[in-house]
């Protein structure tokens, strides 16, 4: 089974991104799963966002830190399971932490999403939260794990955690692809798989206002980037619940040789 993970979609040049790759690649995969927390130009997803995802061929969206950004999105995370926020909010909110679904194979996938707490807001433990995905999903049924935090440490660890019991540990958050994607006792880790929006801007924002902000320690409203974004995601090779490859995807519309460009890792 081919699964392919997108990294956080940034506002309307990285859902183009998703649309374009989807349109020529889907074919090649049997589950897509993308970070949408940052759909809304930076601040979460709207309902149009997630409809735009979906309709592109992606099958689960997770979320983040943003999750509640726009208004709608507790009315959202309650209409559909394949929308995932973080497991580590509390017990009680809105929407679910884990969905088990059927890749296009009929494989069964369960994907989860945690936060972590290092220079995050206050959250449940991850790791608990990491176990009761992976304890949800049947002996032999996939397990990916987005782990959405900032420390490189904190996600390392949380992968050495689920070494040998997730499928795949997923960084997201950080909106810069690393170079040390690897493949540990059938468990595919990457410390982030980078950011799908405009990669000329600071992590999605334009420069300008940016740069005012730093120089001058005065406010100014931050505005998304424009023009064609970079996709960043990685493939993943699985069988059962093991990891056999997993490869780094970097790739823009206008260049789409950059999709050959992959770092392999074998079984």
Same mark, same amino acid.
């Given at each position: 089974?081919?699964?392919?993970?997108? &990294?956080?979609?940034? &506002?309307?040049?990285?859902?183009?991104?998703?649309?374009?790759?989807?349109?020529?690649?889907?074919?090649?995969?049997?589950?897509?799963?993308?970070? /949408?927390?940052?759909?809304?130009? !930076?601040?979460?997803?709207?309902?149009?966002?997630?409809?735009?995802?979906?309709?592109?061929?992606?099958? +689960?969206?997770?979320? &983040?830190?943003?999750?509640?950004?726009?208004?709608?999105?507790?009315?959202?995370? #309650?209409?559909?399971?394949?929308?995932?926020?973080?497991?580590?909010?509390?017990?009680?909110?809105?929407?679910?932490?884990?969905?088990? +679904?059927?890749?296009? !194979?009929?494989?069964?996938?369960?994907? /989860?999403?945690?936060? /972590?707490?290092?220079?995050?807001?206050?959250?449940?433990?991850?790791?608990?939260?990491?176990?009761?995905?992976?304890?949800?999903?049947?002996?032999? #049924?996939?397990?990916? +794990?987005?782990?959405?935090?900032?420390?490189?440490?904190?996600?390392?660890?949380?992968?050495?955690?689920?070494?040998?019991?997730?499928?795949?540990?997923?960084?997201?958050?950080?909106?810069?692809?690393?170079?040390? #994607?690897?493949?540990?006792? !059938?468990?595919?880790?990457?410390?982030?798989?980078?950011?799908?929006?405009?990669?000329?801007?600071?992590? @999605?924002?334009?420069?300008?206002?940016?740069?005012?902000?730093?120089?001058?320690?005065?406010?100014?409203?931050?505005?998304?980037?424009?023009?064609?974004?970079?996709?960043?995601?990685?493939? =993943?090779? =699985?069988? /059962?619940?093991?990891?056999?490859?997993? #490869?780094?995807?970097?790739?823009?519309?206008?260049?789409?040789?950059?999709?050959?460009?992959?770092?392999?890792? @074998?079984?």
């Amino acid at each position: 089974m081919r699964v392919l993970f997108i &990294g956080d979609v940034y &506002g309307a040049p990285g859902i183009a991104a998703v649309q374009a790759y989807l349109h020529a690649y889907l074919e090649s995969f049997d589950l897509v799963i993308a970070n /949408g927390e940052n759909a809304a130009g !930076g601040f979460g997803i709207t309902r149009a966002n997630f409809r735009a995802l979906r309709g592109a061929g992606v099958d +689960v969206v997770t979320l &983040g830190n943003h999750t509640f950004d726009q208004a709608e999105a507790a009315e959202l995370l #309650e209409e559909t399971p394949r929308l995932v926020r973080p497991l580590t909010y509390p017990r009680g909110t809105p929407g679910v932490g884990f969905v088990t +679904v059927s890749a296009r !194979g009929g494989e069964r996938v369960t994907v /989860g999403q945690v936060m /972590g707490r290092l220079f995050m807001e206050p959250m449940d433990d991850p790791f608990e939260a990491a176990d009761a995905v992976v304890e949800a999903a049947g002996p032999d #049924e996939a397990v990916i +794990v987005d782990v959405h935090a900032e420390a490189t440490s904190e996600k390392k660890v949380l992968a050495y955690h689920l070494e040998g019991r997730a499928s795949a540990v997923i960084g997201t958050h950080t909106h810069v692809q690393t170079a040390d #994607e690897a493949l540990q006792a !059938g468990t595919a880790t990457i410390t982030d798989v980078g950011m799908t929006g405009v990669e000329r801007s600071s992590i @999605g924002m334009r420069f300008e206002e940016v740069y005012h902000r730093m120089r001058t320690k005065r406010p100014k409203r931050f505005k998304p980037a424009t023009g064609q974004a970079t996709l960043c995601a990685v493939a =993943l090779e =699985l069988e /059962g619940r093991r990891a056999l490859a997993i #490869e780094r995807i970097r790739w823009r519309a206008d260049a789409p040789e950059s999709s050959h460009a992959l770092h392999r890792h @074998g079984s």
